[in-house]
């Protein structure tokens, strides 16, 4: 979306996690997931990719397997999708760190090509941190419903991240995952209806390479959203250092994709 010149969330703001209607509400992502197997004639339509590596990071305790139908929707797109080889995403813990910098390091060395980071969550704001730490390697980075600003505790599951992960919510080391301008180009798509991470958090510092693209959807469908799923294609398509902010071309985009910052119903249930 183009960004609006408004407002910026404070880095470490503490922020209201979403509340117990839209936590509930997550049970809508049943749907969404049901919706990808029912959307993929429209899906196989959507910008194809020139075949450059992309990995994909799943959300706090998930797995590959959760990120198993995007990987294959990219797949089918023409890029290589690679998952995290990691296991459950229990944090950045140092031994992770390094498996991803690795990982990124030999994904550029087999393709002589730069990785785009796709995150899910708690993997979109390792992502982010990761493009922070060598963005030479990094061609974009995508977030869906990531935690990229404020504080942990604006997320319904700090404590089962404190009690995963090993670290606490104030630990410094967290505040370097939301933390900084984007170093590369970075689209973090996000939901006001998220009942696991308050959506404010989600958002970017939006500069001439950094933008917010509001959609309708649970935080635990993200993944398997269609419309989701469009709109990761389209930023995956521009050709390499000709990125330009996502822009409505068809008639029923401007139903999917939104502004954030613009007032709508949704703000209502999630102030």
């Known amino acids: 979306m183009k960004p609006a010149g408004r407002r910026r969330p404070a880095t470490h703001e503490t922020l209201k996690p979403p509340s117990a209607l839209l936590m509930a509400m997550e049970g809508r992502a049943i749907f969404e997931w049901a919706s990808f197997a029912l959307a993929w004639p429209l899906l196989k339509q959507a910008p194809r990719g020139d075949g450059h590596p992309v990995l994909v990071l799943p959300g706090l305790a998930a797995g590959d397997t959760s990120t198993r139908p995007l990987r294959h929707f990219l797949e089918h797109l023409g890029y290589a999708a690679y998952p995290w080889n990691q296991g459950p995403n229990f944090g950045p813990r140092d031994h992770v760190i390094k498996g991803l ?3 990124v390091r030999a994904l550029q060395k087999k393709h002589d090509r730069k990785v785009s980071l796709i995150g899910w969550s708690l993997g979109g704001a390792m992502a982010n941190a990761l493009a922070l730490r060598m963005p030479e390697r990094i061609r974009q980075v995508i977030t869906l419903g990531s935690p990229l600003t404020g504080h942990p505790k604006g997320t319904n ?4 991240f404190e009690l995963v992960s090993g670290f606490r919510h104030d630990d410094p080391r967290l505040m370097e995952l939301v933390s900084g301008e984007a170093s590369v180009p970075t689209t973090s798509i996000m939901s006001k209806t998220d009942g696991i991470v308050s959506w404010r ?3 970017a510092r ?6 917010n693209i509001e959609v309708s959807a649970t935080h635990l469908g993200m993944g398997a959203n269609p419309a989701v799923l469009w709109v990761i294609a389209d930023r995956l398509a521009q050709a390499e250092n000709r990125w330009k902010p996502f822009k409505p071309s068809r008639a029923w985009h401007n139903l999917l994709y939104r502004d954030p910052h613009r007032f709508r119903l949704a703000d209502l249930i999630a102030p």
């Open 101 to 103: 910098v690795d990982r």
């Open 157 to 160: 599951v700090w404590r089962v």
């Open 201 to 203: 958090m989600s958002l």
């Open 206 to 211: 939006e500069s001439r390479i950094a933008e």
